[in-house]
């Protein structure tokens, strides 16, 4: 072989090396990051407010516990739009007819299984007036509602302070991976990857509102209090350094 070829081979198998050392060097210096997991939180007033009523009805005839039932959601919703409601702020969320078997006693001596039918009519309500909640409960429980379930104290429009929770989320994350630089004696360079893992809100639900019969009857409208609802974002974020 000549020292020509032989001069060539030995610079192409430099150059190799270099190159390689290069990728080595490079993949190595990828892999030099910081991990860190960014959160944020947001506690906020509602601005909405849905109250989950229901009206139900019990009889030996499933026609007497729906027509019953009929008459009674109807009386509930003339009081709601007396009111002040509109149509679009009250939906029937659910409808059920269901069966069940009762043991009742014929005398002293004799028991006989009765059937009876029940008609439950669930129904929201959507109001922005959250001071008038507890007149809104008070209304529909004297105009026939015997079941109040759960009010849900909301946001119109979360999307706005959920992405100021992710701005804050990713804030965060900055902050602590500097905090870890500071210790390690390194310097973060730039940012790697940022990936949102959640952010979501969290209504405030009142559940098990509990109406006296001196309630009921007018002596003192049903408090009703709302807290405060919470916005929450993470972030998991890859800082080069």
């Not at 006693?105 to 008038?132: C, G, M, P, R, W």
């Not at 946001?155 to 804050?168: E, F, K, V």
């Not at 310097?187 to 990936?195: C, D, G, M, N, T």
Request: proline share 2%; glycine share 2%; with cysteine.
């Amino acid at each position: 072989m000549s020292t020509k070829k032989m001069y060539y081979i030995f610079c192409y198998l430099l150059a190799m090396t270099l190159l390689f050392n290069i990728a080595v060097c490079a993949a190595v210096e990828e892999h030099r990051t910081i991990q860190t997991y960014g959160e944020a939180e947001i506690a906020t007033q509602p601005d909405l407010a849905k109250i989950s009523i229901s009206i139900e009805t019990h009889s030996k005839s499933a026609n007497e516990a729906v027509e019953e039932n009929a008459r009674l959601a109807n009386s509930v919703l003339r009081e709601l739009y007396e009111f002040g409601l509109l149509e679009e702020d009250i939906k029937t969320s659910s409808y059920r007819l269901n069966s069940y078997r009762k043991w009742e006693k014929e005398d002293s001596q004799n028991e006989q299984e009765q059937v009876y039918f029940q008609a439950i009519n669930e129904i929201i309500i959507h109001t922005i007036q959250l001071d008038e909640a507890g007149n809104i409960i008070d209304l529909a429980v004297k105009a026939g509602a015997n079941n109040i379930n759960y009010i849900d104290f909301e946001l119109r429009d979360p999307q706005g302070l959920m992405l100021q929770a992710l701005t804050m989320a990713t804030e965060h994350a900055r902050s602590k991976a500097d905090a870890i630089a500071l210790g390690a004696d390194v310097k973060i360079k730039q940012l790697h990857s940022v990936k949102e893992e959640r952010s979501s809100y969290t209504p405030y639900r009142s559940q098990n509102v509990m109406l006296s019969r001196e309630m009921v009857l007018g002596a003192a409208p049903t408090p009703i209090s709302p807290d405060e609802v919470i916005i929450r974002a993470t972030v998991i974020a890859e800082f080069i350094f």
